[in-house]
Structure formats: structure tokens, C-alpha cells
């Protein structure tokens, strides 16, 4: 039976989200049971079926990206075909869905408070860093600018590795603090010169500094983590061989 997680926020009616979790499937260990991703080196003929029976639960059709933990955002149509090399989708198409796959890296999911324009954003710490304080999340806002401000945007955080697990190392801390000293709060030392980084939390700080008020889901608590939770999310910091997730957005 799937598990999907429903995004409890106050978007418009028409605007439409689900993220899946590893339940529901028919891949064998380790991609056990609803594996997504094609690229892990699960049976193909098993992801095609996953994706069968994840498509056939909702009524939208998802265009998988090929992501790069990058900040490119691709811009959806009813024409838009699987591979599109980007880490964010945004689309005004009903029945187009912005979907992410993710099994430790944060998903975002955005709309208007119009429900006019949604977009999903894939978010590692590389992306969510980014060049000179812009990363794939200001890069999104950056993609909506022209149908809505950041003052009507609202935002849904899903599950991603918690702040209990993240160990990085100083190039991660550094990539944070060094555009934002308010950053520093997120991450908190360990032995060894390490630090346990809040991914979540610095999606909301670079969130707000944005100029996005309204932001829901993923508070870093412990059910919201992949890497602590292996009976629901898949992770790769966890497992390294692991399926993926997916989160979508779209407009009915």
C-alpha cells in the first residue's frame, strides 16, 4: 500500500501536492518498495512499473529532471518531456506536474497565493548554497518574479536528512556563512572538525531573506528525517545504495 505524504498548508484549491515515500511498490532490497529513480541501478523493468502505479494514483502527469544539484530552473509545458537537465521545474499548465526526486536532499514545493504558477525545487546543500548567496531557491523566486512576489509566495519543505545527521565539513559551514552570518546558528560543531548542518533550517533562513514569510512542512524535526526514518523515506547518506522519492506540484 502507498504511504504518500499530503502537504498540509493553505494553498488554493487547484494547486495539488503529494511526496511519496519508499511504500507502495515492487522493487526488491535495497530500492524496496517504490523506487522512482532510474539512475540507482534498480531492475528497469521495476522503476517503470513504480512510475506506473505512481502515476496512475493522481491525475497529472510528472516531469522527472535530470538533476545536477545545480540551480537551473526549467520552465514546463504540456510539451515538456522527461531528462530536462535542471534543478527546479515551474510550470502554469494545469495537469503538468513539477516533480523532484530526492532521497536525503530537501524538496520544495512553491505556489502563488492565486494558484496561477507552482515549481519544485531540488535542494542539496550545493544547490540550496549556490554562487554569491544565490542558490536554486532564489533562483526559483527568481522564475516566478514576473506572475507573483515573494510576499505572495508560500512554501512546503519536505522530507530531507535532519539536523541530527547531517555531518558535513567546513567548505559546507563556509559556502553558508560566508553570505550569511545568521547561517552559523545552523550548524553545530562536532568532533573531528565536522558540524551537523541544518538543511531545512537554512532552506527557511535563505527563505526568508527572500523576502517568503509563508513556509510550512520540514521544522528539522525527527519525523521529517530520511536518514532516521528507514522503514518510510529512502536515504543515501544512510543505505548508499538507495531509491529515490518524489515530490510534485501541480495545478488541477
Known sequence: MSDYLIPQWPAPARVRTLCTTRSGGVSQAPYDSLNLGEHVGDDPSAVAANRLIFEKSFAARPVYLSQVHGTDVATLSSNSGHGIVADAGLTTCPGVAC??????????????????????????????????????LEQTLRAMDSLASAADIMVWLGPCIGPQAFEVGDEVRDAFTAQEPAARALF?????????????????????????????????SLPWCTYGNPARYFSHRRDRVSGRMAACIWLA
Open 188 to 220: 553545530q560543531p562536532q568532533c573531528g572538525g565536522k558540524w551537523l548542518a541544518d538543511l531545512p533550517g537554512l532552506a527557511r533562513l535563505r527563505l526568508r531573506v527572500a523576502g517568503v514569510e509563508q513556509i510550512y512542512g520540514n521544522d528539522g
Open 99 to 136: 516533480s523532484i526526486m530526492v532521497a536525503d536532499c530537501l524538496p520544495v514545493l512553491f505556489t502563488n497565493l492565486q494558484g496561477s504558477v507552482v515549481a519544485a525545487a531540488h535542494a542539496g546543500w550545493r544547490g540550496l548554497a549556490g554562487q554569491g548567496g544565490r542558490g536554486v
